[in-house]
Protein backbone atom coordinates (compact mmCIF):
# COMPACT_ATOMS: atom_id res chain seq x y z
CA UNK A 1 0.00 0.00 0.00
CA UNK A 2 1.38 3.24 -0.60
CA UNK A 3 2.28 5.75 2.07
CA UNK A 4 -0.47 8.19 2.57
CA UNK A 5 0.91 11.97 1.41
CA UNK A 6 0.54 14.56 4.25
CA UNK A 7 -1.12 17.21 2.61
CA UNK A 8 1.08 20.33 1.77
CA UNK A 9 -0.19 22.69 3.69
CA UNK A 10 0.03 20.52 6.66
CA UNK A 11 3.64 19.84 5.83
CA UNK A 12 4.31 23.60 5.81
CA UNK A 13 2.64 24.47 9.46
CA UNK A 14 4.96 24.64 12.00
CA UNK A 15 4.56 23.53 15.49
CA UNK A 16 3.93 26.16 18.39
CA UNK A 17 4.40 26.20 21.60
CA UNK A 18 2.67 28.70 24.26
CA UNK A 19 5.34 31.09 25.55
CA UNK A 20 3.00 33.14 28.30
CA UNK A 21 0.44 34.72 25.54
CA UNK A 22 3.27 34.46 22.53
CA UNK A 23 2.82 31.87 20.17
CA UNK A 24 6.28 30.49 19.43
CA UNK A 25 7.51 27.97 16.66
CA UNK A 26 8.60 24.75 18.50
CA UNK A 27 12.03 24.95 16.60
CA UNK A 28 13.27 28.35 17.05
CA UNK A 29 12.18 28.18 21.22
CA UNK A 30 14.15 24.44 21.26
CA UNK A 31 17.43 26.27 19.02
CA UNK A 32 17.44 28.80 22.06
CA UNK A 33 17.04 26.55 24.64
CA UNK A 34 19.63 23.95 23.80
CA UNK A 35 21.87 27.24 23.09
CA UNK A 36 21.01 27.93 26.50
CA UNK A 37 21.62 24.68 28.24
CA UNK A 38 25.19 24.42 26.74
CA UNK A 39 25.70 27.95 27.39
CA UNK A 40 26.47 29.15 23.55
CA UNK A 41 23.75 31.67 23.73
CA UNK A 42 24.58 35.35 23.32
CA UNK A 43 22.70 38.32 23.23
CA UNK A 44 23.03 40.80 21.04
CA UNK A 45 20.93 43.99 22.23
CA UNK A 46 19.92 47.55 20.77
CA UNK A 47 18.01 50.52 22.23
CA UNK A 48 14.29 48.98 22.23
CA UNK A 49 16.09 47.61 25.47
CA UNK A 50 16.58 51.20 27.37
CA UNK A 51 13.67 53.40 26.16
CA UNK A 52 11.06 52.19 28.09
CA UNK A 53 13.11 53.65 31.15
CA UNK A 54 13.10 57.15 29.40
CA UNK A 55 16.41 57.20 27.26
CA UNK A 56 16.31 58.40 23.68
CA UNK A 57 17.53 56.49 20.86
CA UNK A 58 20.39 57.50 19.21
CA UNK A 59 18.54 59.60 16.48
CA UNK A 60 17.15 61.61 19.43
CA UNK A 61 20.16 61.84 21.50
CA UNK A 62 21.92 63.34 18.36
CA UNK A 63 19.06 65.56 17.49
CA UNK A 64 18.24 66.96 21.22
CA UNK A 65 22.31 67.95 21.09
CA UNK A 66 22.25 69.73 18.05
CA UNK A 67 18.69 71.55 18.89
CA UNK A 68 20.67 72.63 22.14
CA UNK A 69 23.73 74.11 20.18
CA UNK A 70 22.63 75.57 17.29
CA UNK A 71 21.36 79.61 17.79
CA UNK A 72 18.45 79.21 15.78
CA UNK A 73 16.87 76.17 17.30
CA UNK A 74 17.89 76.89 20.92
CA UNK A 75 14.74 78.09 21.81
CA UNK A 76 13.49 74.33 21.59
CA UNK A 77 15.45 73.47 24.68
CA UNK A 78 12.33 74.97 26.76
CA UNK A 79 9.93 72.43 24.87
CA UNK A 80 8.80 69.35 26.85
CA UNK A 81 10.85 66.38 26.03
CA UNK A 82 8.41 64.15 24.50
CA UNK A 83 7.68 67.17 22.03
CA UNK A 84 11.42 67.70 21.33
CA UNK A 85 12.00 64.38 20.32
CA UNK A 86 8.82 64.43 18.14
CA UNK A 87 10.28 67.67 16.00
CA UNK A 88 13.45 66.01 15.51
CA UNK A 89 11.67 62.82 14.52
CA UNK A 90 9.92 64.51 11.52
CA UNK A 91 12.93 66.57 11.32
CA UNK A 92 15.27 63.69 10.14
CA UNK A 93 12.18 62.28 7.90
CA UNK A 94 10.83 65.71 6.31
CA UNK A 95 14.24 66.62 4.88
CA UNK A 96 15.21 62.94 4.58
CA UNK A 97 18.51 64.03 7.28
CA UNK A 98 21.00 61.46 8.08
CA UNK A 99 21.92 61.16 11.99
CA UNK A 100 25.04 59.95 11.02
CA UNK A 101 25.55 63.00 9.18
CA UNK A 102 24.68 65.54 11.90
CA UNK A 103 26.44 63.46 15.02
CA UNK A 104 29.37 65.02 13.15
CA UNK A 105 28.01 68.26 13.59
CA UNK A 106 27.09 67.98 17.26
CA UNK A 107 30.62 67.62 18.84
CA UNK A 108 32.59 69.74 15.67
CA UNK A 109 29.94 72.84 16.90
CA UNK A 110 31.82 73.03 20.30
CA UNK A 111 35.26 73.34 18.61
CA UNK A 112 33.93 77.24 18.33
CA UNK A 113 32.60 79.96 19.47
CA UNK A 114 32.32 82.37 15.94
CA UNK A 115 30.24 81.39 12.92
CA UNK A 116 32.95 79.55 11.00
CA UNK A 117 31.78 76.87 8.27
CA UNK A 118 34.42 74.84 9.37
CA UNK A 119 35.19 74.51 13.15
CA UNK A 120 38.75 73.54 14.39
CA UNK A 121 39.44 70.39 15.95
CA UNK A 122 37.95 70.06 19.52
CA UNK A 123 40.19 70.67 22.01
CA UNK A 124 40.23 68.61 25.51
CA UNK A 125 38.54 70.70 27.23
CA UNK A 126 35.64 70.61 24.35
CA UNK A 127 35.71 67.03 24.60
CA UNK A 128 34.71 66.91 27.93
CA UNK A 129 32.23 69.14 27.58
CA UNK A 130 30.83 67.23 24.96
CA UNK A 131 31.12 64.12 26.49
CA UNK A 132 29.02 65.40 29.75
CA UNK A 133 26.51 66.34 27.72
CA UNK A 134 26.22 63.94 26.09
CA UNK A 135 25.67 61.30 29.04
CA UNK A 136 23.25 64.43 30.31
CA UNK A 137 20.79 63.97 27.55
CA UNK A 138 21.64 60.55 27.37
CA UNK A 139 19.93 60.25 31.59
CA UNK A 140 18.35 63.64 31.24
CA UNK A 141 14.29 61.70 31.43
CA UNK A 142 15.97 58.34 33.12
CA UNK A 143 12.84 56.53 34.79
CA UNK A 144 12.07 53.51 36.15
CA UNK A 145 9.06 52.15 34.38
CA UNK A 146 5.86 50.31 35.95
CA UNK A 147 5.81 46.51 34.94
CA UNK A 148 8.02 44.13 34.20
CA UNK A 149 10.48 44.90 31.18
CA UNK A 150 12.48 43.46 28.53
CA UNK A 151 15.58 44.43 30.26
CA UNK A 152 14.17 42.54 33.60
CA UNK A 153 13.37 39.21 31.79
CA UNK A 154 16.79 39.73 30.29
CA UNK A 155 18.53 40.20 33.90
CA UNK A 156 16.32 37.29 35.30
CA UNK A 157 17.87 35.00 31.87
CA UNK A 158 21.50 35.97 33.08
CA UNK A 159 20.62 35.67 36.73
CA UNK A 160 20.31 31.81 36.09
CA UNK A 161 22.96 31.16 34.35
CA UNK A 162 26.15 29.40 35.81
CA UNK A 163 29.76 27.48 34.66
CA UNK A 164 27.58 25.21 32.33
CA UNK A 165 24.08 26.81 31.58
CA UNK A 166 23.13 30.25 30.37
CA UNK A 167 23.82 33.01 28.71
CA UNK A 168 27.98 33.15 27.59
CA UNK A 169 28.28 37.01 27.01
CA UNK A 170 26.53 40.19 26.13
CA UNK A 171 27.39 42.50 23.12
CA UNK A 172 24.69 46.22 23.59
CA UNK A 173 24.84 48.51 21.22
CA UNK A 174 23.65 50.95 23.71
CA UNK A 175 25.84 53.16 25.61
CA UNK A 176 23.85 53.26 28.86
CA UNK A 177 24.72 51.37 32.17
CA UNK A 178 21.13 50.00 32.45
CA UNK A 179 21.76 46.65 32.40
CA UNK A 180 24.97 46.48 34.48
CA UNK A 181 22.57 48.05 37.36
CA UNK A 182 19.96 45.45 36.90
CA UNK A 183 22.68 42.69 37.24
CA UNK A 184 23.97 44.57 40.38
CA UNK A 185 20.40 44.84 42.22
CA UNK A 186 20.84 40.85 41.24
CA UNK A 187 23.92 40.49 42.83
CA UNK A 188 25.32 39.44 39.84
CA UNK A 189 29.41 40.07 38.97
CA UNK A 190 29.72 42.33 35.81
CA UNK A 191 32.36 43.04 33.40
CA UNK A 192 31.83 45.96 31.23
CA UNK A 193 34.27 45.97 28.31
CA UNK A 194 35.29 49.18 26.38
CA UNK A 195 38.50 48.21 24.94
CA UNK A 196 41.11 45.59 23.90
CA UNK A 197 41.88 44.28 26.84
CA UNK A 198 41.38 40.57 27.48
CA UNK A 199 38.28 39.27 29.15
CA UNK A 200 38.39 37.64 32.25
CA UNK A 201 36.18 35.14 34.02
CA UNK A 202 35.13 37.48 36.90
CA UNK A 203 31.70 38.09 35.71
CA UNK A 204 29.20 38.32 33.02
CA UNK A 205 30.99 40.42 30.21
CA UNK A 206 28.95 42.81 28.65
CA UNK A 207 30.57 44.30 25.65
CA UNK A 208 29.67 47.96 24.72
CA UNK A 209 30.54 47.78 21.08
CA UNK A 210 29.85 51.32 20.50
CA UNK A 211 30.95 52.71 23.84
CA UNK A 212 29.91 52.93 27.35
CA UNK A 213 28.45 56.21 28.95
CA UNK A 214 27.76 55.34 32.67
CA UNK A 215 25.61 57.60 34.55
CA UNK A 216 28.65 58.09 36.48
CA UNK A 217 32.09 57.82 36.60
CA UNK A 218 34.46 58.63 33.54
CA UNK A 219 34.23 58.44 30.11
CA UNK A 220 36.85 57.97 27.37
CA UNK A 221 35.99 59.78 24.05
CA UNK A 222 38.00 56.75 21.79
CA UNK A 223 35.75 54.05 23.08
CA UNK A 224 32.62 56.52 22.25
CA UNK A 225 31.00 55.61 18.35
CA UNK A 226 28.76 58.53 18.00
CA UNK A 227 30.05 60.57 14.68
CA UNK A 228 30.60 59.99 11.19
CA UNK A 229 34.03 59.70 11.57
CA UNK A 230 34.08 57.07 14.24
CA UNK A 231 31.75 55.09 12.41
CA UNK A 232 34.41 55.18 9.32
CA UNK A 233 36.90 54.02 11.57
CA UNK A 234 34.87 51.57 13.05
CA UNK A 235 34.41 50.05 9.65
CA UNK A 236 37.60 50.45 8.12
CA UNK A 237 39.68 48.97 10.80
CA UNK A 238 39.70 45.31 10.35
CA UNK A 239 41.17 44.26 13.32
CA UNK A 240 38.99 46.38 15.88
CA UNK A 241 38.53 44.66 18.72
CA UNK A 242 34.70 45.14 18.86
CA UNK A 243 34.33 44.18 15.54
CA UNK A 244 36.65 40.88 16.00
CA UNK A 245 34.90 40.27 19.15
CA UNK A 246 31.07 40.45 17.36
CA UNK A 247 32.50 38.43 14.49
CA UNK A 248 33.77 35.21 16.97
CA UNK A 249 30.68 35.54 18.84
CA UNK A 250 28.52 34.93 15.29
CA UNK A 251 30.96 32.33 14.22
CA UNK A 252 30.88 30.42 17.40
CA UNK A 253 27.61 30.80 19.44
CA UNK A 254 23.58 31.41 18.89
CA UNK A 255 22.92 35.02 19.08
CA UNK A 256 19.41 36.27 20.08
CA UNK A 257 18.89 40.07 18.68
CA UNK A 258 16.78 41.63 21.33
CA UNK A 259 15.47 45.12 20.85
CA UNK A 260 17.23 45.56 17.59
CA UNK A 261 16.10 47.36 14.06
CA UNK A 262 18.23 44.91 12.28
CA UNK A 263 18.95 48.29 9.80
CA UNK A 264 22.21 49.25 10.54
CA UNK A 265 24.51 48.31 7.65
CA UNK A 266 27.85 47.51 9.48
CA UNK A 267 26.05 44.88 11.48
CA UNK A 268 24.24 42.83 8.15
CA UNK A 269 27.65 43.31 6.89
CA UNK A 270 28.90 41.49 9.97
CA UNK A 271 26.43 38.45 9.45
CA UNK A 272 26.86 38.27 5.79
CA UNK A 273 30.87 37.80 5.84
CA UNK A 274 30.22 35.38 9.91
CA UNK A 275 27.94 33.03 8.13
CA UNK A 276 29.03 29.67 7.31
CA UNK A 277 25.72 27.10 7.41
CA UNK A 278 22.99 27.68 5.24
CA UNK A 279 20.62 26.46 8.73
CA UNK A 280 19.97 30.05 10.16
CA UNK A 281 22.35 30.07 13.30
CA UNK A 282 20.51 33.20 15.34
CA UNK A 283 17.41 34.59 16.23
CA UNK A 284 16.04 37.80 16.45
CA UNK A 285 12.36 38.97 18.08
CA UNK A 286 9.90 41.36 15.97
CA UNK A 287 6.87 42.69 16.60
CA UNK A 288 4.59 42.77 13.54
CA UNK A 289 4.06 45.37 11.47
CA UNK A 290 0.51 46.71 12.30
CA UNK A 291 -1.57 49.78 12.29
CA UNK A 292 -3.87 50.57 14.53
CA UNK A 293 -7.93 51.13 14.15
CA UNK A 294 -7.24 55.02 15.13
CA UNK A 295 -4.51 55.26 12.79
CA UNK A 296 -5.63 53.58 9.44
CA UNK A 297 -7.61 56.99 8.41
CA UNK A 298 -4.96 58.67 8.52
CA UNK A 299 -2.61 56.01 6.61
CA UNK A 300 -5.70 55.98 4.23
CA UNK A 301 -5.26 59.74 3.84
CA UNK A 302 -1.89 59.88 3.31
CA UNK A 303 -1.97 57.45 0.63
CA UNK A 304 -4.79 59.09 -1.60
CA UNK A 305 -2.10 62.51 -0.96
CA UNK A 306 0.82 60.41 -1.92
CA UNK A 307 -1.25 59.24 -5.05
CA UNK A 308 -2.18 62.61 -6.13
CA UNK A 309 1.23 63.76 -6.13
CA UNK A 310 2.12 60.81 -7.80
CA UNK A 311 -0.43 61.19 -10.77
CA UNK A 312 0.22 65.19 -11.29
CA UNK A 313 4.10 63.75 -11.66
CA UNK A 314 3.44 61.04 -14.14
CA UNK A 315 1.02 63.50 -16.31
CA UNK A 316 -2.24 61.20 -14.99
CA UNK A 317 -5.51 62.90 -14.02
CA UNK A 318 -6.28 62.13 -10.27
CA UNK A 319 -9.19 59.86 -9.50
CA UNK A 320 -9.52 59.75 -6.12
CA UNK A 321 -10.57 55.70 -4.83
CA UNK A 322 -14.08 54.79 -4.73
CA UNK A 323 -13.78 51.74 -2.89
CA UNK A 324 -12.48 52.92 0.39
CA UNK A 325 -12.68 49.21 1.79
CA UNK A 326 -10.19 47.76 -0.92
CA UNK A 327 -7.63 50.41 -0.29
CA UNK A 328 -7.71 49.61 3.66
CA UNK A 329 -7.65 45.98 2.55
CA UNK A 330 -4.35 46.66 0.10
CA UNK A 331 -3.09 48.32 3.18
CA UNK A 332 -3.29 45.84 5.85
CA UNK A 333 -2.05 42.93 2.83
CA UNK A 334 1.36 45.13 2.57
CA UNK A 335 1.87 45.16 6.35
CA UNK A 336 1.54 41.18 6.51
CA UNK A 337 3.54 40.74 3.22
CA UNK A 338 6.72 43.40 4.91
CA UNK A 339 6.32 40.89 8.05
CA UNK A 340 7.43 38.07 4.93
CA UNK A 341 9.77 39.98 3.48
CA UNK A 342 11.37 40.67 6.69
CA UNK A 343 11.42 36.91 7.34
CA UNK A 344 12.97 36.37 4.17
CA UNK A 345 15.21 39.05 4.46
CA UNK A 346 16.82 37.99 7.91
CA UNK A 347 17.18 34.44 6.63
CA UNK A 348 19.05 35.18 4.22
CA UNK A 349 21.30 37.02 6.71
CA UNK A 350 21.43 33.48 9.02
CA UNK A 351 18.78 35.08 11.60
CA UNK A 352 15.49 33.46 12.37
CA UNK A 353 12.54 35.48 13.38
CA UNK A 354 10.31 35.08 16.28
CA UNK A 355 7.58 37.31 15.57
CA UNK A 356 5.22 38.75 18.70
CA UNK A 357 1.94 40.67 18.44
CA UNK A 358 3.43 43.40 21.37
CA UNK A 359 6.54 44.33 23.05
CA UNK A 360 4.96 42.28 26.21
CA UNK A 361 5.32 39.26 24.94
CA UNK A 362 9.36 39.58 24.14
CA UNK A 363 9.68 39.14 27.90
CA UNK A 364 7.75 36.17 27.60
CA UNK A 365 9.55 34.56 24.80
CA UNK A 366 12.79 35.49 26.87
CA UNK A 367 11.18 33.75 29.75
CA UNK A 368 10.78 30.70 28.02
CA UNK A 369 14.01 29.86 27.34
CA UNK A 370 15.88 29.22 30.46
CA UNK A 371 14.20 25.55 30.95
CA UNK A 372 16.89 22.94 31.58
Request: no cysteine.
Amino acid sequence: MAKKQTPPTRRRRAAKVQAGSALVNASDLRGLRTAWRNKELVLFLGAGVSIPYGLPTWKSLILELLFEQTEETRRLGSMWPHYRRAVASWMTEYFDYDPLVLARMVERTLGSNSRSDVPPPLSATNQNLFLNRLRAHLYANHRVPTGRTTLNAIGDLIARSDLKHGVASVVTFNFDDLLERELEGRRVKVQSVVDARRVNRQGMPIVHAHGFIPESGPISRKDVVFAEPDYHRLTESVFHWSLSFIVERLRKNTVLFVGLSMSDPNLRRLLDASRNSDIPPHWQIQKRHEIHDHQVLEVMQDVERRARDYASVLGRQYDETKNPQQLEESIHAVLRQADSYDRQVFESLGVKTIWVDSFDQVTQVIDAIATR
